[in-house]
């Protein structure tokens, strides 16, 4: 059958959320290897890792 609503938010979930997370760790300035390891967790465990890397990974922004 067609691809329902629900189906079509997971996909696009599996692919989307990896990709945006490996930017987002490309665009910020880790200490040390951080952001080698946060990219080879994204990479081996896409969905997990990308949450993970959003909820605990990413570092605090600083406001002026």
């Keep these: 059958g067609a691809i329902g609503p629900l189906e ?4 696009l979930a599996t ?9 987002s760790i490309l665009r ?6 951080r952001g ?4 080879i967790i994204v990479i ?3 969905i ?3 949450i993970l890397y ?3 990974g990413r570092p605090p ?3 002026p």
Excluded: D, Q, R
């Design 15 to 23: 692919l989307l959320l990896p990709i945006l997370a490996i930017i």
């Design 36 to 39: 080698i390891l946060w990219a």
């Design 61 to 63: 922004k600083v406001k």
């Design 54 to 56: 959003f909820i605990v």
């Design 44 to 46: 081996l465990v896409p």
């Design 8 to 11: 079509l938010l997971l996909i």
């Design 28 to 33: 910020t300035a880790f200490e040390g290897n």
């Design 48 to 50: 997990i890792g990308s």
